[in-house]
């Protein structure tokens, strides 16, 4: 009579069972279908070169708080930082003259200080904020990197007869960056980064498409000087700086306002919360 372990004689049972729920789960590359593919696509961005001209509400409050502030604050120690009957003290007294009147009337203000006469100041030459915009956007039109220059512009590539947003398909083992790098912004990329100085801000998406069993992921990229050099192999005919206006208006001509109702978060655009209420109700 032989004995068998009870914990022995339970593996040696279980052991059939386990082998056919392995064949069953188990991928035969000659049968199992080929997974979904993966999309990096790459929103290349020119971030703002200058701050925001201020609106007239913005303006108005700015200068009623320098205004109250100017009310409120203690008398500036002119010995402190000017010397006596110096050039930058006589300026700063004509300059104070001149803003305490603009606010308060010439009554309040007072006579004008004895100044004497002041030589000029050094004039410098100016240029209007929309200056490189007119000139270098004359030329090159909406492939222009100087385009909006108080706005975020984004790269779009034309593809065929639709304009797309820069992409390609992920390989195996390989990250969303690494085949952007690869793929895109490389030097043998499709955009050829060789000509372009930029870096992609996060290794993570900001987005997400999905169309059918394909996902697309996007991943944020900025711009610092250059242009893209399209290559031949890529598929694209040309490329453009568009501002998120121009970028909804162009997706949606074309037919692809689902894309742009999925992605406009991603350009700061929020939802109507009025047509949503409207829509409850």
């Known amino acids: 009579m032989s004995f068998v372990p ?27 279908a080929a997974p979904p593919p993966l999309i990096a696509s790459l929103l290349l961005s020119r971030a703002p070169l ?11 409050y700015h200068e009623h708080s320098r205004a109250v502030s100017h009310a409120l604050s203690s008398p500036l ?13 006589r300026r700063h007294l004509r300059a104070e003259h001149e803003y305490v009147k603009s606010i308060y009337g010439p009554r309040l203000a007072g006579s004008a200080p004895d100044v004497g006469d002041i ?49 390609t398909e992920v390989g195996k083992l390989e990250g969303l960056d ?25 290794r993570k998406p900001v987005g997400v498409v999905k169309n059918g069993e394909q996902r697309t992921f996007f991943l944020k990229g900025h711009i610092l000087a250059g242009q893209p050099t399209l290559s031949s192999a890529s598929g694209y005919t040309s490329f453009a700086w568009l501002n998120a206006s121009e970028v909804e208006i162009r997706l949606k001509e074309q037919g692809d306002e689902k894309l742009w109702d999925e992605i406009k978060g991603i350009f700061g ?13």
């Open 6 to 32: 009870r914990s022995i004689a339970r593996a040696s049972a279980s052991a059939p069972r386990r082998a056919t729920a392995l064949r069953q789960f188990s991928s035969n590359p000659s049968t199992s």
């Open 119 to 167: 030589p000029p100041e050094t004039e410098y030459e100016t240029t209007s904020r929309d200056h490189w915009e007119k000139t270098d956007g004359a030329q090159r039109g909406e492939k222009s990197l100087e385009r909006f220059p108080e706005e975020e512009v984004y790269c779009l590539v034309r593809r065929g007869e639709k304009w797309v947003f820069p992409q």
């Open 50 to 60: 200058l701050t925001p001209t201020p609106t007239e509400l913005e303006s108005t």
């Open 178 to 202: 690494e085949a952007v790098t690869r793929g895109l912004t490389g030097v043998e990329g499709s955009l050829g980064g060789k000509g372009m100085d930029s870096w992609i801000v996060t």
């Open 77 to 89: 120690p002119l010995d402190f930082y000017f010397k006596s009957g110096s050039l930058p003290l």
């Open 269 to 281: 655009v929020a939802e109507d919360a009025q047509a949503e209420v409207e829509a409850e109700v």
